[in-house]
């Protein structure tokens, strides 16, 4: 079983995606394949009896697979959810009850503001006493040292009445640490992390990036604060080590950490990061609702200066906390924590009354990335990245990068991508292998592609077994002479069995995208580069590879796959 870290992705519900790839093998030794084709799967091979096409799981007639020297057998495209676990539902001002009510508070607010940063400030200093002169991070903060952190506590509950939350309901009692030495927690405001550290003053999990942040950054250090750089494998690993030593030691403190990983309207719970429950310590869920009627008080995609304005201009802000039964790990469950963490979000969701997302931290930045790029409707470029790290292993930095090459195909205001853009992007001349590559895409058959139909068949091929082997294969057709490197002549002297009529600029056009690095050349690196980024584009070089009498290393990849 895959070691697991502090991001790998819980599906919130079973995926309703089959893999469609068969891999059949064989003992006869008798029968050696005499090239790349057919090394195939038999089952590969005569799926398509029906003039060569297939059929997908939603019932369409489909084009020739182009990439079925790949071994692929097609992909499917899991329909999309309607839930919007990020969108806050008051982004403006609205109403002239709010716009009332805003002005009776502004003297109001002014004085919040000064209790917030008076609060602020006698916090940070008390907290400045506390550290000075302590160097032992690796243990436990002295009892003196944490009295004196007390007065840094008082000052985060008159934060929290400077927001408007005067008085805070709560359901249930905190269970004492020996027992439940982990604690985890929706994840909808910048206000839940104020509100336990004054209540339970625990050890938290952050981001490395709050290290930075002015006053905020020296008071969450006091909180002896694992951090963790969510886009480091190393980093995430040794969170994890961290958490297990803190968590099995009653000297430190009680470890909280929002399995979400990152902030939502509280409407939905999206999938849950596995750090809390690698350990298999007993977990203590605490939910955290924000009742309102004219002001939604999330912090989704809306901007930070603009929330605590309309906090600062609140009567007064409704919050509940509830503390549910401790969730005990079953024998099984402390060698799985995919298991457990299904079992707490499951708990915890119920508790909430909301549904369960396969949405991560990655729809965020796909979300952001849209917005930044001005699309009319950046919501609608949001996959459940939890379900393709889960099917694919693409990470989210990957699928922005996806989702920037998409955007560059001007897509519609509805999201979607015509055949013509599609081909002018990846620099592919109409053909009927071109269509074939985008019939490959478009598995609705509606004539244009989505962000999530593209990201899906692209991380389809690109996480084949057989992909990198191609693109070797490939990369040793275009380099005749053998000195790691392309030549725009080589490049075009194998395109042409691919394309017949191929003139210098198109050819020059498809030799810029495998230059990467813009020196005049194609370098093997800039080759592997570029079909990373456009995994697609392997099909083009499908003609000569099956042409050629490759039999040893079509040998070479049925036994990579065994």
Not at 291 to 307: A, E, M, R, T, Y
Not at 380 to 392: D, G, H, W
Not at 525 to 538: A, E, G, H, T
């Amino acid at each position: 079983m895959a070691e697991l870290d502090i991001t790998s992705p819980l599906l919130s519900s079973p995926s309703s995606y089959q893999p469609q790839t068969v891999l059949t093998v064989h003992d006869d030794q008798d029968s050696e394949p005499s090239n790349l084709q057919s090394s195939l799967p038999t089952t590969i091979l005569h799926q398509n009896h029906n003039h060569g096409r297939t059929h997908n799981e939603n019932g369409h007639h489909s084009s020739p697979n182009p990439y079925e020297f790949l071994r692929s057998g097609g992909f499917s495209v899991p329909a999309s959810t309607t839930a919007d676990p990020f969108r806050n539902e008051t982004p403006f001002i609205s109403g002239i009850y709010e716009v009332i009510k805003i002005v009776l508070c502004l003297p109001i607010a002014l004085a919040r503001l000064v209790l917030f940063g008076a609060s602020l400030v006698v916090g940070y200093m008390a907290t400045k006493v506390a550290l000075a002169g302590w160097r032992d991070k690796q243990n436990p903060m002295p009892k003196w040292r944490c009295r004196l952190m007390w007065v840094t506590r008082v000052c985060a509950r008159f934060i929290l009445f400077s927001f408007g939350y005067h008085w805070i309901r709560r359901k249930g009692k905190p269970a004492p640490r020996e027992i439940a030495p982990v604690v985890v927690s929706n994840h909808v405001s910048y206000i839940e992390p104020i509100f336990y550290f004054y209540e339970l003053f625990p050890t938290i999990v952050a981001s490395e990036s709050h290290d930075s942040i002015p006053f905020v950054g020296t008071i969450i250090r006091a909180m002896q604060v694992i951090y963790v750089n969510r886009f480091s494998p190393t980093s995430r690993k040794n969170a994890v080590n961290e958490i297990k030593r803190r968590a099995s030691c009653n000297v430190f403190p009680r470890v909280l950490l929002f399995p979400e990983g990152t902030t939502t309207n509280g409407k939905a719970l999206i999938s849950f990061q596995l750090g809390a429950f690698i350990a298999g310590h007993p977990i203590q869920p605490i939910i955290v609702r924000y009742p309102h009627v004219h002001f939604d008080q999330s912090w989704g995609f809306i901007s930070l200066p603009k929330l605590m304005f309309r906090m600062f201009t609140q009567f007064h802000n409704f919050m509940e906390v509830e503390y549910l039964p401790l969730i005990m790990p079953s024998d099984h469950q402390k060698q799985n924590a995919v298991r457990f963490a299904e079992r707490t979000g499951r708990a915890m969701a119920s508790a909430l009354n909301v549904v369960q997302t396969s949405h991560s931290y990655g729809d965020l930045m796909l979300l952001m990335k849209a917005a930044q790029l001005q699309q009319e409707k950046p919501w609608i470029y949001m996959v459940e990245m939890a379900r393709i790290e889960s099917l694919y292993h693409i990470s989210s930095l990957e699928a922005v990068d996806f989702l920037d090459k998409f955007l560059s195909m001007n897509p519609d205001p509805s999201g979607c991508v015509k055949p013509h853009d599609f081909l002018r992007v990846l620099q592919l001349k109409a053909c009927t292998l071109s269509e074939e590559i985008f019939g490959f895409l478009d598995v609705e058959k509606n004539g244009s592609i989505t962000f999530k139909q593209f990201l899906f068949g692209s991380a389809h091929v690109l996480k084949l077994p057989l992909f990198r082997q191609a693109c070797e294969l490939a990369f040793a057709e275009c380099d005749t002479d053998g000195d790691n490197f392309c030549t725009k002549k080589e490049l075009a002297d194998v395109l042409r069995h691919t394309f017949r009529e191929l003139d210098d600029d198109e050819v020059q056009g498809l030799f810029n995208l495998f230059d990467t690095d813009n020196d005049g050349r194609m370098s093997r690196d800039d080759f592997f580069y570029c079909l990373r980024k456009n995994p697609l584009v392997i099909a083009i070089f499908s003609p000569r590879l099956l042409r050629k009498n490759l039999s040893k290393a079509g040998d070479k990849m049925l036994e990579d796959i065994v």
